[in-house]
T-cell receptor, first 113, second 114 residues
Framework: AQSVTQLGSHVSVSEGALVLLRCNYS??????LFWYVQYPNQGLQLLLK??????LVKGINGFEAEFKKSETSFHLTKPSAHMSDAAEYFC???????????FGAGTRLFVKA | DVKVTQSSRYLVKRTGEKVFLECVQD?????MFWYRQDPGLGLRLIYF???????EKGDIPEGYSVSREKKERFSLILESASTNQTSMYLC?????????????FGSGTRLTVV
């Protein structure tokens, strides 16, 4: 069975600081991994995805994530936080050949001026 | 620009009412999904459909039903609304294949049952 764990329901950083949002997954078969972002009162938007090509994946708005099979992790990072990055972020996993996606509980990112 | 459109952003309904939430996608996607989102619980799958007239229960189908008469439209029905169904409802769609395309989400419907 697949599952996704996001460590920390809330993360607070200062503007300009590194953003690190943690995600660990479990999957019995090779997974596809995703990060989504949700701004207030909006739906989710795909930020980036890992689909077994390069392990370091670049997404929109300067975010990137690294797939580490040995650690079963897919952490999301951004070198320098901006106020506009304040949102909720969801990690998700789909196994190859499937179409049902399992979402993590989400991490709300706060950015302080 | 491809879109998933949910018919209402905000709805207020009374307990016991039958409620219809509509979702339309213009991407010719085979798969469509209904989730509810509650603080601290993330997204929970209510129902999904992988083809016209096909439907499958998700993790929390009780109190809900769905209809998919056309490929582009997936409706969520609350047969008799209750206050514990107050939530944000999100519709999503995806293409068939190997699962690596991700979902496209609508903007959500915030439903309040009073």
């Amino acid at each position: 069975a697949q599952s996704v764990t996001q460590l920390g329901s809330h993360v607070s950083v200062s503007e300009g600081a590194l953003v690190l949002l943690r995600c660990n997954y479990s999957s019995s078969v090779p997974p596809y991994l995703f990060w989504y972002v949700q701004y207030p009162n909006q739906g989710l938007q795909l930020l980036l995805k890992y689909t077994s090509a390069a392990t370091l994946v670049k997404g929109i708005n300067g975010f990137e994530a690294e797939f580490k099979k040995s650690e079963t992790s897919f952490h999301l990072t951004k070198p320098s936080a901006h106020m506009s990055d304040a949102a909720e972020y969801f990690c998700a996993v789909t196994h190859t050949g499937g179409f049902k996606t399992i979402f993590g509980a989400g991490t709300r990112l706060f950015v302080k001026a | 620009d491809v879109k998933v459109t949910q018919s209402s952003r905000y709805l207020v309904k009374r307990t016991g009412e039958k409620v219809f939430l509509e979702c339309v996608q213009d991407m010719d996607h085979e798969n469509m999904f209904w989730y509810r989102q509650d603080p601290g619980l993330g997204l929970r799958l209510i129902y999904f459909s992988y083809d016209v007239k096909m439907k499958e229960k998700g993790d929390i189908p009780e109190g809900y039903s769905v209809s998919r008469e056309k490929k582009e439209r997936f409706s969520l029905i609350l047969e008799s609304a209750s206050t514990n169904q107050t939530s944000m409802y999100l519709c999503a769609s995806s293409t068939s294949g190997t699962g690596d395309y991700g979902y496209t989400f609508g903007s959500g419907t915030r439903l309040t049952v009073v």
